[in-house]
């Protein structure tokens, strides 16, 4: 009978074994694509995206596939709860490693009850639950090194109405309930010694919360949007589309929103937001939130008078490489000011501060995508000065169409005197295992944490994801 560490070590090795053999796979796989995209490439019929692919590749969501609510005829469609739907609604097509799904008597009645709502309330649903376990090859003495964590979470958005020449109307709300499930409540990421980068994005001290309600509304075409409520401002400037989803990508917050950004940019904020587009492939968005919110137990609300902000501008182009419509790009440079630094919640008082991020991002093909991103921040206003990432994310990996993988590299530099500049190298395989989960197999190499009393040198994080879609 093995003992517990042997247990682990055996688990360990073989998850280690199975991803490195899918990254060096996938390095293969990348290289040859990359070559590829070079060679048959003519740079000179690249252009500037079309209005349509600004707009989708410009951050902010438009509700597609829906008909609104007011004005359209709505067409009859009958509750069937019983009929089978094997598959989540929109997914496209997927392989499913296994035929049997055991989440199919739950599952299909509310891709039904789904279906019904898109086509009779103009409602366009997202339901899911995550669940990430983690073990560290190493901690600080007397830290435990593994945890698991959960996210439940539910998002509807409604198109309410599209008027002809002016644009369309939207709300939208959702609910996330988070839990640790670790014996201790472990923060794995201080436990390790990393006072920067945490290294499970999922998990989060609000068990349960309203993480968006907001309102937009479109004029002009679509092409000036505006919007306010409960928002993510990392949903509407800087946000790297090859990694900005926990649950299906990289799980490190340097990849997933990034480090080096004014405190309350990766929380979720009452705060106002627009984008305008003046000509095809040329956006700005611009944003206001209250930093603070937060820490507010009242939903944020409650501190948009407390004299606090964070305001920004983001400008960017979206082209099409080689004039091949599916190969997007989006390149942009974001700055922000604000006066809330990294001792205002403690003191209550005012500390200003500038921050930037340029982030450049290319489809190399259909599938695949890489990106190169550098953050800039005051020292004062945010927990990292800089921080530079890269990574290339591979959908429909391997011909398996619905599996993933992606490698991303990130270097962390630390606003506090003393702290290490930490370098993380994530990797990940997600497996369609049936046709209501995946599975993904993650791998963290962490060297030099920050936190100095962490011992120097590689921590491995090993980490297993499951993501059940209803």
Known sequence: MLNRSTQRLAIGSALLATISFATIAFADDATDRFLKALSTTKMGDSRFGT???????????????????????K????????????????????????????????????????????????????????????QAS?????????AVSNRFSYRIDWKAWEI?????????????ANNNWSAQNVNLSAAIGSNIVIVDSVENSMNTFLSRLYAQQGFCDDRILVGAGKILPNDTTGVNFFADDETNQFLASCFDGGDAMPIGWNSYLPGAFAQFIPVDGFYVNTLLTSPLGALNSGGGFGTVGDGFYLVGAEAG???????????IGRYSVFVCNTNAGNDTPSTNTKQSGNAMTLIAQQFLDRDMGVWLAYQLSDSNISPASQEITTGVSLENAFGRHGDGVGLGLAWTDSSTAGDRQQKTIETYYRLRLTGSMELTADLQLI??????????????VFGLRSKIKF
């Open 317 to 327: 182009i979206v082209t099409a490489l080689g004039a091949d419509k599916d190969l």
């Open 138 to 146: 190493s901690s600080i003495a007397g830290q435990v090194r593994g």
């Open 51 to 73: 209005l349509r692919e600004t707009q989708d590749f410009g951050t902010f969501w438009l509700v597609p596939n829906v008909d609104p609510f007011f004005g359209a005829h």
């Open 75 to 134: 067409p009859f469609i009958r509750l069937a709860l019983d009929a089978p739907q094997p598959l989540p609604i929109d997914e496209g097509r997927i392989d499913p490693l296994l035929s049997i799904d055991p989440f199919s008597p739950i599952t299909s009645p509310l891709r039904n009850l789904e279906l019904w709502m898109r086509e009779r309330l103009s409602v366009k649903t997202d339901l899911y639950n995550c669940t990430v376990a983690q």
């Open 447 to 460: 060297d030099d944490l920050t936190n100095p009393q962490a011992k120097g040198g590689a921590t491995w």
């Open 164 to 176: 002809e020449g002016i644009g369309l109307g939207s709300i939208t709300a959702q609910f996330r």
